[in-house]
């Protein structure tokens, strides 16, 4: 893919690339399938989860990271329900899986190492925007958001290594929006190949609908979006991790107006981002 292919071809070269990821676990379709139903049973939870021990460990893994400093040890699926609610254990599960699809290898012109840490980080300051700014108490489908919105990237850098490092390289060169530099040389941004992959996962619309309009905000866009385009705004201003997009920019008129804030206001607030990161990072590589 080393110039704009034709609608067809590149729709096809697009899908072949999205079908070639790592599928999702069926457990994790499973929660996600249960969660969907505002009745559901917690009790139907842990039993589609405990069917999967490899799910399970992960889980209470990060249960009993530092990140979520409980006062006791959690032994079981069921006792983290209790603990955190089901909302922060299907967003775990569906975080652990996310994890696990992410390219092992970098490229020279972006480390997936500072990848990984853009998106907690993003993912972080998305859940503190939702519950801060838009008064969201359960803001884990927000972290979620932030941590799968630069997933587009990652399979470009799985199957068009060469051809999308040297995109890095011009929008890093002329200080442009990664996005523009993809349309212009790809015909498509990485955040629509997002959308395509989070469809192909089953993910939910919202979530989808997120991924694929966060890269360009306007006031029709959802708050889950906003958060997140606002979130990875605040951490390039950072300087935390890389995306390969050196653009920052400010906050839209929209961002503005349903956040009340600037970006310069979240920054000051966000002394601790680092220690949080660091501590998100120690709970996925363990």
């Not at 080393?2 to 069926?26: G, H």
């Not at 922060?88 to 975080?95: E, P, Q, R």
């Amino acid at each position: 893919m080393t110039e704009i292919d034709s609608s067809e071809e590149l729709k096809q070269r697009l899908t072949n690339m999205v079908d070639s990821m790592p599928a999702f676990p069926e457990s994790v379709h499973q929660v996600m399938s249960i969660t969907r139903d505002i009745n559901c049973s917690p009790k139907d939870l842990v039993k589609v989860i405990e069917r999967d021990p490899v799910m399970t460990m992960k889980i209470l893994k990060m249960v009993n990271s530092a990140f979520f400093a409980l006062s006791r040890h959690v032994s079981s699926v069921q006792h983290a329900l209790v603990y955190l609610g089901l909302n922060t254990i299907k967003n775990l599960a569906v975080s652990i899986a996310t994890l696990e699809t992410m390219p092992r290898k970098s490229i020279p012109e972006l480390s997936m190492s500072e990848f990984l840490t853009h998106s907690l980080a993003t993912a972080s300051v998305a859940q503190w925007l939702a519950r801060n700014q838009l008064n969201i108490r359960d803001a884990s489908d927000h972290f979620v958001a932030g941590l799968l919105h630069d997933f587009g990237k990652a399979v470009f850098i799985q199957f068009e290594p060469v051809t999308y490092g040297k995109i890095i390289t011009e929008a890093k060169e002329k200080n442009l929006p990664l996005a523009l530099v993809e349309m212009e040389r790809l015909g498509v941004s990485s955040a629509e190949v997002g959308a395509m992959l989070a469809e192909s996962w089953q993910l939910p619309e919202t979530l989808v609908d997120c991924i694929r309009t966060q890269v360009n905000c306007s006031e029709e866009s959802s708050n889950l979006a906003l958060s997140v385009a606002a979130g990875s705004s605040v951490v390039k201003a950072m300087h935390l991790g890389d995306n390969g997009d050196p653009y920052v920019g400010d906050f839209s008129a929209a961002m503005h107006q349903r956040l009340h804030c600037s970006l310069e206001d979240v920054v000051a607030q966000m002394d601790g981002l680092q220690e949080e990161v660091d501590k998100l990072l120690n709970m996925v590589r363990s």
